[in-house]
């Protein structure tokens, strides 16, 4: 297993100490000049290192209690963190969609069960059938709530993450799918464009006929499609969609290339960095060492260097910390994506 032992830990509080120590120096070396403009930024949170945008997905948080998106805000503001991929959730619930009275813990038991082949009791089958009405019925009351909801809630959150300096880059609505209508695309799009982000991300499809729809209503709406991908990523995977819309993108996942086994990954980075919108970050390990997905630096993903080729490249888009390992005892998501956040400032110096 690859190490990066280089990567040492960081103090975020001294860093955030030096920044507030700079902005002061700056407030008296210009006396009242660009007063206001200085007073505005001060205390917020930079996590753009060396013209290299560090973000997260607000997915990394889905385990704290809170998940409106106030809560979410303080997640990442107490991280540090200054740009975002914001889930759909706490934006839509925000927005006053209506909630799933579906308990999801039930569903993933049922879920589990299919996937492994087992076949459900009489009182299971009950159970679950009762539980796929249930969803098909929320699934209606969002359908027709997506058709009609106004934008306005959308823009608020907007000046809410701006005004406490945060800026959302990409939104993951649930959609973009086969079975959303044309309808709720389009919301989709508009409630990114509200939002004010470049692009939206969604699991690649594996479908050309969706890819295609997708790319051409993207266009319309000047907004990028940017297709996520697990252990199903190749350095080809992408080329079908790219080819059919230049609003088709890529959103990379580095961590996952890797333990899919692809070789030479930073490759893919540099051939392929036109397309690429924004790129989640982890750290997982090669087939041969398990797929394990480990706390960062302790993994085979090159993660260091992708981050070094994307400062000494001058690459625009955005690496998303996605918290995926799992959180040691006695800490907790915010902690450590800190954890995270400060493996990249150490990287980039």
Excluded at 28 to 48: C, E
Aim: aromatic share 8%; hydrophobic share 35%.
């Amino acid at each position: 297993m690859r190490k990066n032992s280089n990567i040492s830990s960081a103090s975020r509080r001294q860093f955030l100490r030096n920044s507030s120590g700079l902005v002061g120096g700056l407030v008296l070396g210009n006396s009242m000049i660009g007063m206001p403009a200085i007073i505005k930024s001060f205390n917020k949170p930079n996590s753009l290192i060396n013209g290299v945008q560090i973000g997260t997905i607000t997915y990394s948080f889905r385990d704290l209690p809170d998940q409106s998106a106030e809560a979410t805000l303080k997640y990442v503001l107490d991280c540090g963190i200054s740009a975002i991929e914001l889930m759909g959730d706490p934006a839509e619930r925000f927005a006053g969609c209506p909630s799933n009275p579906v308990p999801m813990s039930s569903m993933g038991k049922f879920w589990r069960k299919r996937r492994d082949g087992e076949k459900l009791t009489e009182d299971e089958q009950k159970e679950w059938d009762d539980l796929q009405a249930q969803m098909k019925a929320h699934n209606l009351a969002v359908q027709n709530w997506r058709a009609q909801v106004s934008m306005d809630k959308f823009e608020q959150i907007r000046k809410m993450y701006n005004d406490a300096g945060v800026s959302i880059y990409a939104f993951k609505p649930n959609a973009f799918g086969k079975n959303n209508t044309d309808a709720e695309i389009t919301y989709g799009l508009r409630a990114a464009k509200a939002l004010g982000a470049s692009h939206v991300t969604l699991e690649h499809p594996n479908d050309d006929a969706q890819t295609l729809k997708l790319g051409q209503m993207g266009k319309k709406h000047k907004i990028f499609i940017a297709y996520h991908g697990h252990e199903q990523q190749t350095p080809t995977l992408w080329d079908t969609a790219l080819a059919q819309s230049d609003y088709n993108a890529m959103n990379l996942d580095f961590g996952h290339f890797v333990a899919a086994g692809n070789a030479d990954p930073l490759k893919t980075v540099s051939d392929k960095h036109d397309h690429i919108r924004s790129m989640h970050l982890k750290d997982r390990q090669t087939p041969e060492h398990g797929k394990g997905n480990l706390p960062w630096g302790t993994g085979d993903t090159p993660l260091a260097e992708v981050l070094q080729l994307m400062r000494d490249q001058k690459y625009k888009f955005p690496g998303t910390i996605e918290l995926e390992y799992q959180v040691p005892e006695g800490s907790d998501p915010v902690t450590e994506v800190s954890k995270c956040l400060e493996f990249c400032s150490k990287a980039l110096v």
